[in-house]
């Protein structure tokens, strides 16, 4: 083991925020760095616990999420050399990985965003145990907790509720972070050296995710890369072709790219800010006018802020099979065959095996899809919603835990639904919003794969 005195440095975890722009709280780990006048070390960290098996069966990341994540990371390693920085990659338990870093950069601070997910909590509690000091930033939703009219613990649980509390007297959203132009120094070249002989820094292989020309979410044909400088381009073309003017009128469609705006993979990775994003429809609106469409982008981004309140408030209880309603009995009987089935898209339900399809193919569906293959899996089949959840985890490039775990918990009836369990007649649904079929015959069974 290494005993080295070295000066104390801020390291600076990367985790679901890889991008320079609104970065509020890699803003506070160059403010300690320069208060301090030490140096400041970008991390991110490869979590290896997360290559077990879920409970299900399955890796917990797919091929499609981890190719996506390697852009999104690839990105943000060259926005930082381009400021005279480094990221350095590692591989490990997260919690080990940083621990022992920051002894050997004299008890470096790890400064990161707060993620209010159980798993990402523990990860924070154990850095501490190990006798870390972790600052944690809250930053990844429309509001800050200061501009919030109430404090997370008080706020309602059913989404109107929350909704119209924060719409009143006026929806204000927190203004985003300036972009990062500058960036302490890195700590000393041998220092450097110490931590990589420690740990060597890795940078796995690049993960390769097939691309299929049917997808809704195209990024390969598209040359839509994961990383920030994409995410914000995409942004800006999707303004400039007058799209927010639409949205809600094409919201629910289930094939092509223009229906919906496309931004959750980037959102998910942090690659894209949600304010940032907002701020582009604030300012489409004053040049082109507000209109319904305009608002329902931001009722949409609400949802994600609403479940990202919610698990600052209810915690683990959004991962019981019970979730909010202990006392309410589910009427799962998990069973595995027809779990595999709905997984494999082999339910004999076409328009739900399109869906699954899709989703297994392209690692994005649409947010009507999904309603309906998490309803077709809890209340057709009766299987247990955590399972759904792990595979969405598995597949989608935008996988966001907050609004994965939000979602199905919701579609099962034991969240925050106030009209309890909800189920989607997948029959009605194939007939409203696919009625000729096209996008049944576009996944179906034999339909080619287009790469
Ligand atoms: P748009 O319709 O253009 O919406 C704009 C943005 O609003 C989205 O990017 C997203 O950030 C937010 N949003 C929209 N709908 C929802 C919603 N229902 N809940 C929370 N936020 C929403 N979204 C994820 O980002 N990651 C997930 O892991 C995820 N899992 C889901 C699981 C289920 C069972 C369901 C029903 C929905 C899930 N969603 C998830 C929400 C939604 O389906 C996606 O955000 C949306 O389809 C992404 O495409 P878009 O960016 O074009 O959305």
Redesign the pocket.
Known sequence: MHTTTLKSSVIYWFRNDLRLHDAAALHHAISLAEQQQTSLLPVFVHDTTLEAMTPWGFVRTGAHRQAWLRMAIDDVSEHLASLGSQLLEFSGDPATVLASLSKLLGHATVICEEIAAPYEQVQIDTLRQSGVQVQTHWQSTLMSRQDLPDSPENLPDQFTKFRQLVEKPQFKTTAPAPSIQRLPKLPEKSDLVSVKALWPTTHPVKPTATSDSRAAFPYKQLNFHGGEHCALQHVQRYCERLLPHT?KVT?NGLQGIDY?????PW??TGALS?RTAWQAIQRFEAQHGANDSTYW?GF??L??DH?RWLHLKHGSRLYKQTGLWPALKTNTHHDAAKFEAWRSGQTGHPFIDAGMRELNATGYT??RM??N??SFLIHDLGCDWRAGAAW??TQ?I???VY??Q???LY?SGQGTDPRGSRRFNPDKQAHDYDPDGAYQRLWSAGAKAAC
């Open positions: 949205y919201r919906s705006t496309k931004w959750s959102l998910a949600a982008i949409e981004l949802w994600r479940f649409s947010n999904r309603q293959l998490a969405f985890e989608l935008d996988y966001d609004s994965n939000g979602n199905w579609l």
